[in-house]
């Protein structure tokens, strides 16, 4: 997410995000893909006042949502946050190997986290 004049990619608020806009991000059931898992995580790694992230995808859908690569970024994204206190990503078909490292980092930083 490169662009500078882009203002959203799919239904991620880009240029929110980039202007450090948002306390918490809402994208429940609002058909968030891999490439828009991907953006969204990247973005949140210079949002430092979004607290609450959540991204839940479609229960009945198993194959929907962020998957494993977006599962990845958000992994990644968790590391090296000191703001996020609370991830919701049920339903996002993501790996059970990123989902224990999930499970793991948000342990060690004691952050709410629902998948």
């Keep these: 997410v490169k662009s500078s004049t882009l ?4 239904c991620v608020p880009v240029a929110k995000l980039r202007a450090d806009k948002l306390t918490e991000v809402e994208l429940n059931r609002r058909k968030v893909g891999v490439a828009e898992g991907i953006a969204l995580a990247r973005l949140l790694r210079t949002a430092p006042s979004v607290t609450k992230v959540s991204v839940c995808g ?5 194959n929907a949502g962020i998957g494993p690569d977006g599962g990845r970024e958000m992994l990644e994204t ?3 946050s000191t ?9 996002n078909s ?3 190997p990123t989902r224990a490292a999930l499970r793991a980092a948000a342990a060690e ?5 629902s998948l």
């Design 109 to 113: 930083r004691k952050v709410q986290l």
């Design 58 to 62: 479609d229960a009945y859908d198993l």
């Design 94 to 96: 993501i790996d059970e």
């Design 7 to 10: 203002k959203g990619f799919g």
């Design 83 to 91: 703001s996020i206190t609370y991830l919701n990503l049920t339903a």
């Design 78 to 80: 968790l590391k090296c």
